[in-house]
């Protein structure tokens, strides 16, 4: 039975920051475990709970680290073998004399069934879902014993595609991938099956916490808010939605909405039937006489937050069951409508009623152990995307819907995010028991995350519209079949879930998707990837990537981007020796992206020259070089592709949205990620930090096929909601020395959030007759007068890297001062121009200002901060400095020997 109290269409939501549930009675089973595998020839007596089968197996000795060189697939015997985790437990006469009692499962991974003292209680199917069983009648005052039991992902997923009625592709990964099949067919991430960034490993364990519940009346399952302003917009009114269970008795009592700090307070009685769930809706009335601040993304406000708890008071007992939120106000729409002369739709979002250019980047799970992945791991990862000017990231859906704290930190630091259902790259099976799985996995999720302010949109899944459309996994021979599958689980079971649970946010069957035009024909669209609708995920490995013209000019591009390796030292560590050589086995069994290391070197090629050298003792040298390579080349790609559609605000294309693929790593290997395994910043970091700026100029020289003269252009664009004006200064200065040849001005007066072209002139007239394309560069720098700090610079190279003579320079680290324990400031001197400055503090976690500049004056500052306290000694002796210039001598000056 439901007892529901109907209100008014919501269109603005209230939502939530930090949930914490609390009720009187909760025995926790989290910690100390023993598991066995199935032939129990292997048994760990201190295995943690949250965990892993393979971080018990890590800490009991039995494997090393499991990134070590070729350690996935050496490893795989644990995927293969069934693990069962045991323990005991005592309870008391007290506890078990409450009407209910419950084992609460946050989260099992994946496939399991569940015992308490020899006696089956229930199963699991399922890793995204939250598991409560009965287990009243199967307790003993005294001594109870629990096991549960995993059963293999890899021999179910298997087992369930044999019994399928049909194949379900792709059956497998590429050879390449070193991974495992038929992961369509098991509810768990489904990069835990590899992926071509990251390892195959099918992980089995408790890896949510676990307990015993207990209660006489009811308790708090769920909460969920909506806000709306009412007639005339003089008062806010909050729509609580509180999800009961009672015991197996009827109740009484009274549920309690509370905004705290404010005298709003409102009681309902209720009245339960036993061992049903309830919905009961509250509504609390915020008057004009106290005011609301609203919640902005990064960049463009405040993200204030408030408070609400709920509480349930039954009259027949001193129990208590209540939920606090943290809150933040905010409107999301996102508009798809005609664009007056084009062919097309728009796609933005708008938030509090303001257009929003979504600038960021894509999230995979951050380790292939979720244990590993602690609060302190993710609020450095994402003050990372912060720090980089990002306002929004897309969380993945071949990941995990994160932790909790994961979108609490988003909702502190205005990380808008764009969620995905745990859906990507495949067709799926839609037989009654896997849509009722995944029905009731979507019910959970989305009442779990559906009070967050950061969470700005649902997405059905990534890439299958795609898939579909364009044949991938050859299903156009039977393409009625799996669009009829299609359109059921995500159309016909996906989207009334989320309405019904949520209904306040937008939702996107696919991505990319057309939106609306590919609902219009039938939700398959002919061409997912048009850029005239929807967003678009765009990569070619093939063509120029520092050729602007290159990119589309789509209205949202929600996933791009290049490969590069990880620094040295990082890779380093998972290796040995005899594998620093770019084509060795293990960087080959590294390299999970078909030709992707043939891919990264020709790009290289096109604009610089690859170090070589016939001296064996230089091969480690060549090696490092090698991958410093790769990063230059990933940061100067995906810096002209970030811009182009920065550009494209202003333009035709109407772009508003650039989320390159991908802010994290899983593991030391080659990706498309800005952020090293551990959270190292790579060079692309660095540049995001520019080219995602509130303010950027971008200049791009273009070649008019009429004429064949070549025009240098520049786009100023500004993501401020206040308008500017400044001065655009440009400067024409040489390879060889410091001098600047000439200089320009340009006044520029720029709307709020808007992009305008600001200076257009011929090339070669700028370039006058004392430079040609290959001596000289240009500098540009924009200066307000409100904020000299908010000027920003680009430069403008006319030619290849390799066909400038770059001079032979003394590039150091002449004076290094300490701010504090954790900052510290670095004067650089340099004798010549230096490209691509690579300062590093090796074997210190933090990060500086700036790194892979352009350095063309004699003295420069830069400062550090340490993600740990440092002294000023040790910090000094770790620092390294190089340059373009110092790969093509192959040599690196460390700070140190200087």
Not at 482 to 489: A, G, K, Q
Not at 670 to 693: C, D, N, R, T, V
Request: proline letters at 4%; a neutral charge; glycine letters at 6%.
């Amino acid at each position: 039975m439901w007892l529901t109290f109907l209100f008014s269409t919501v269109t603005v939501i209230f939502v939530a920051f930090h949930c914490k549930f609390c009720h009187a009675n909760f025995f926790s089973l989290n910690g100390r475990w023993t598991i066995k595998n199935e032939n129990r020839s292997i048994t760990v007596q201190d295995a943690s709970v949250p965990g892993s089968v393979h971080s018990a197996l890590i800490t009991a000795g039995i494997l090393g680290d499991p990134y070590y060189r070729f350690n996935d697939v050496v490893y795989r015997w644990v995927a293969y073998d069934n693990w069962t985790y045991y323990r005991e437990f005592n309870m008391s006469y007290e506890f078990l004399q409450k009407r209910s009692v419950n084992l609460v499962c946050d989260g099992l991974d994946t496939v399991a069934i569940i015992r308490i003292n020899g006696q089956v209680v229930g199963s699991s199917s399922n890793m995204f879902r939250k598991y409560i069983f009965n287990i009243k009648s199967f307790l003993m005052t005294g001594s109870n014993k629990i096991e549960i039991a995993f059963e293999s992902a890899v021999k179910y997923a298997s087992a369930k595609s044999s019994q399928h009625a049909y194949s379900v592709p792709p059956d497998c990964p590429p050879p390449m991938q070193h991974g495992e099949c038929h992961v369509n067919f098991i509810r768990k991430a489904q990069s835990s099956f590899s992926w071509d960034w990251g390892p195959a490993y099918a992980t089995q364990g408790i890896w949510k916490s676990i307990g015993l519940e207990a209660y006489d009346s009811a308790v708090i399952r769920d909460v969920t808010i909506r806000t709306h302003k009412g007639k005339g917009g003089t008062a806010w009114y909050v729509d609580v939605t509180t999800f009961l269970q009672t015991s197996q008795s009827s109740q009484n009592g009274t549920v309690i909405v509370q905004f705290f700090g404010y005298p709003i307070v409102v009681e309902n009685r209720v009245y339960l039937h036993p061992s049903t769930e309830h919905r009961l809706k509250t509504t609390l009335k915020i008057s004009n006489a106290y005011p609301i601040k609203r919640w902005w993304p990064n960049g463009m406000g405040e993200q204030v937050l408030y408070t609400v708890r709920v509480s349930y008071v039954p009259d027949s007992s001193s129990e208590r069951s209540f939920k606090t939120l943290r809150l933040g106000f905010r409107t999301v729409e996102l508009v798809q409508e005609p664009i007056p002369d084009q062919e097309g739709l728009s796609f933005y979002f708008k938030i509090n009623g303001e257009p929003v250019f979504m600038k960021g980047s894509n999230w995979i799970p951050a380790d292939s152990f979720q244990e590993r992945v602690t609060q302190p791991v993710v609020e450095n990862l994402l003050q990372s995307a912060v720090s980089a000017n990002m306002n929004v990231i897309r969380v993945w859906g071949g990941g995990v819907y994160e932790h909790d704290f994961f979108y609490e930190l988003a909702d502190k630091l205005g990380i808008m995010i764009w969620q995905d259902l745990m859906f990507t790259c495949a067709m799926y099976p839609t037989d009654r028991e896997f849509l009722t799985n995944v029905q009731k996995e979507v019910t959970y999720q989305v009442r779990r995350l559906q009070h967050h302010a950061a969470v700005i949109v649902w997405s059905g899944n990534n890439e299958n519209e795609a898939a579909l459309a364009q044949n991938w996994y050859s299903t156009k021979s039977n393409y009625s079949l799996y669009r009829n599958d299609y359109v059921l689980l995500y159309v016909n079971i996906t989207i009334p879930v989320v309405a019904e649970e949520d209904g306040s946010r937008p939702f996107i069957v696919s991505s990319p998707s057309n939106g609306k035009e590919s609902e219009k024909e039938g939700w398959v669209a002919k061409n997912p990837a048009d850029p005239k609708y929807g967003d678009v995920h765009f990569y070619n490995y093939l063509d120029d990537s520092w050729d602007w013209r290159l990119y589309p000019q789509a209205r949202f591009v929600s996933e791009y981007g290049y490969q590069s390796w990880p620094s040295f030292e990082t890779l380093k560590n998972v290796s040995r020796k005899e594998d620093w050589n770019y084509f060795s086995s293990f960087m080959q069994h590294r390299q999970h992206h078909p030709l992707g290391s043939l891919e990264m070197l020709f790009q290289i090629i096109r604009h610089l020259d690859l170090p070589q050298s016939d001296d064996d003792t230089k091969s480690e040298q060549i090696f490092k070089d090698t991958l410093y390579l790769t990063q230059i080349n990933q940061a100067v790609s995906v810096k002209i592709e970030t811009e182009s559609y920065r550009r494209g605000r202003g333009m035709d294309s109407h772009t508003m949205g650039a989320l390159y693929w991908q802010l994290n790593d899983i593991w030391q290997g080659p990706s498309w990620s800005s952020l090293e395994y551990g959270g190292k910043w790579k060079m692309l970091h660095y540049f995001a930090a520019h080219f995602f700026a509130p303010v950027i100029i971008s200049p791009y020289e273009e070649t008019y096929s009429n004429s064949s003269a070549n025009w240098i252009h520049v786009v100023a664009v500004s993501d401020l909601r206040k308008p500017i004006a400044g001065t655009l200064l440009i400067e024409l200065r040489r390879w060889d020395s410091f001098k600047v040849v000439s200089k320009l001005t340009s006044k520029v007066i720029l709307k709020a959030s808007s992009a305008k072209k600001v200076f257009s002139a011929n090339t070669e007239t700028l370039l006058g007759e004392s430079c040609k394309r290959c001596d000289c560069f240009f500098n540009f720098q924009l200066v307000t007068l409100t904020d000299l700090n908010l000027g920003t610079k680009n430069q403008l190279v006319l030619s290849n890297y390799k066909d400038i003579n770059l001079q032979t320079i003394n590039l150091q680290v002449s004076k290094v001062t300490a701010v504090s324990n954790d900052t510290f400031t670095l004067q650089l001197t340099s004798s010549g121009v230096a490209v691509f400055v690579w300062l590093e503090a090796k074997g210190i976690r933090g990060r500086f200002s700036d790194n892979g500049f352009f350095m063309y004056v004699p003295m420069c500052k830069v400062e550090f901060f340490a993600w740990e306290l440092v002294t000023l000694d040790h910090f000094t002796l770790s620092l390294s400095v190089k340059s373009l210039s110092d790969v093509y001598q192959n040599s690196e000056r460390a700070f140190a020997q200087q």
